[in-house]
């Protein structure tokens, strides 16, 4: 993993927020499953690789296709976290822990790999020789990234609460950064936008599941945070919905 390019270095731990990101971060709008299936993602007589897949939430929403699904990420509670989101749903996924530049697989064992809001976390070099090694001549690769628009007032007002409180925090400068930096020759890229709806409760819970807050906040300011945060909501309707705009890069890898 690399993290030296995120935060400036500064420490995070997603498996911290396994339990918020698992009840809070499965709200992908319907129109990204829809392409990434067009795309080639999770149908039948296919095997698919999800790395970083932490709570599972791209194989849980497309596993009801018919693919072998394999879902890896670096941090155990997230990946005991999907398991469990697994069984509830009885859904046939398989999940392991395992970091995604150094994989337990054979070569060519997959025709699709993804990696959903996590890419540039990864060490660049030695991901991108796995990806290649696991996939099938002609596989494809996706990755994705999905965040708020700050021109949005109450994603607005939670990002400026998060950077007064953790200024290290880059939020999503180097997710964005990572969009067009093609990993593979021929990349497309796919931007659209959606609005998702929340409530009070679940935007609080999706801003305590990134990783500006649980995942690096120390206890003392991360109460702090929630204090204000949810003062903040107390000004906004009980539902409301935030734009965000998504990207899908793709790669057919020979």
């Not at 997959?110 to 030695?126: G, I, L, M, N, S």
């Not at 607005?156 to 007064?164: E, F, G």
């Not at 593979?184 to 679940?202: C, L, Q």
Request: net charge positive; with cysteine; proline share 5%.
């Amino acid at each position: 993993m690399n993290v030296q390019s995120v935060d400036g270095g500064s420490a995070f731990d997603f498996g911290k927020t396994s339990e918020m990101y698992a009840q809070f971060r499965d709200i992908y709008p319907p129109e990204l499953y829809e392409k990434l299936y067009a795309l080639g993602v999770g149908k039948s007589g296919t095997r698919w690789l999800d790395l970083g897949t932490g709570t599972g939430v791209l194989p849980l929403n497309l596993y009801m296709y018919g693919a072998e699904i394999t879902g890896t990420d670096v941090s155990a509670p997230q990946i005991e976290a999907a398991k469990a989101l697994a069984q509830k749903r009885g859904a046939d996924v398989r999940f392991l822990t395992s970091p995604a530049e150094s994989l337990p697989f054979p070569d060519g064992s997959f025709d699709c790999v993804t990696a959903a809001q996590c890419f540039w976390y990864f060490d660049r070099e030695r991901v991108v020789r796995e990806i290649r090694r696991v996939l099938k001549p002609g596989g494809i690769f996706i990755k994705v990234y999905m965040n708020w628009m700050l021109a949005d007032p109450v994603a607005n007002r939670s990002y400026r609460l998060v950077k007064r409180l953790n200024p290290a925090w880059t939020s999503g400068a180097t997710a964005y950064s990572d969009v067009y930096d093609h990993p593979f020759p021929g990349g497309k890229v796919d931007v659209f936008t959606a609005e998702i709806s929340f409530t009070r409760e679940t935007w609080h819970g999706r801003m305590c599941a990134c990783r500006g807050t649980l995942a690096s906040m120390e206890e003392k300011t991360f109460a702090e945070w929630e204090r204000r945060h949810r003062k903040i909501l107390q000004a906004c309707p009980e539902q409301f919905k935030v734009r965000h705009r998504l990207y899908i890069a793709s790669y057919r890898v020979e």
